[in-house]
């Protein structure tokens, strides 16, 4: 079953709508990598990771996002120069999710977004279970069971996924990115140094908190 689900940011100035979900269209995995970590913890959400430090997400085409509130709210950070650019509401520091440039086109979208309506649907009934575990060498504890090998048939499944958007034209319009400069839609803050070396402890790889 297809269906339109709503999004929107902690405090409820962002919202937006996620379009023609099913389980068989999108991709949900749970990352535990460090930099998904470090990202939390500088939003100071480190609530939202999982015991093992992972974050709950769902890998959509860009074209099916859209806010119709509050887009003004939107910024991003990347932890490095050409890292991973990393979106989220700068009302109240919500993560919205992760992409590559457009001409990867696909959008990470943290789960928790949809669980914030009154209208939510469990994540399980819209998006299907996490399909696949990754990174789990960056684990708080002991890693979750299949989560640090790599995940062939995810990974395969992620590139056909990401493929088929190109080609059906589902990158544009995006939600993050300007069509016409193919630049990002809002204000990008870079990380120092110190500052991504600041967050380094709180991640993992460590082991779990008594
Ligand atoms: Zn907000
Ligand atoms: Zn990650």
Not at 10 to 24: E, F, I, T
Not at 56 to 71: E, L
Not at 94 to 101: K, N, V
Request: aromatic share 8%; net charge positive.
């Amino acid at each position: 079953m297809f269906r339109d689900v709503e999004l929107q940011c902690r405090c409820g100035k962002l919202h937006g709508w996620l379009r023609d979900v099913a389980p068989s269209a999108v991709n949900r995995v749970v990352c535990y990598c460090d930099d998904c970590q470090a990202f939390l913890h500088h939003l100071g959400c480190a609530d939202l990771l999982d015991d093992h430090g992972g974050s709950d997400i769902v890998q959509v085409a860009p074209s099916t996002v859209s806010f119709d509130r509050g887009s003004e709210l939107v910024a991003a950070v990347r932890l490095t120069p050409k890292g991973t650019y990393r979106w989220y509401a700068s009302c109240c520091k919500t993560p919205l999710g992760d992409t590559w440039t457009p001409r990867l086109p696909f959008v990470g979208l943290a789960t928790e977004l949809f669980q914030q309506s009154p209208s939510a649907v469990p994540c399980d009934e819209v998006f299907g279970a996490p399909r696949g575990r990754l990174f789990g060498k960056f684990a708080i504890g002991e890693p979750p069971p299949g989560s640090v090998k790599p995940n062939v048939r995810l990974i395969a499944r992620t590139i056909r996924k990401v493929l088929a958007w190109k080609v059906r034209g589902k990158t544009w319009p995006h939600p993050f990115f300007d069509r016409a400069s193919g630049n990002p839609a809002c204000p990008v803050t870079v990380l120092s140094t110190a500052e991504r070396d600041a967050l380094r402890p709180l991640c993992g790889p460590r082991p779990a908190r008594a």
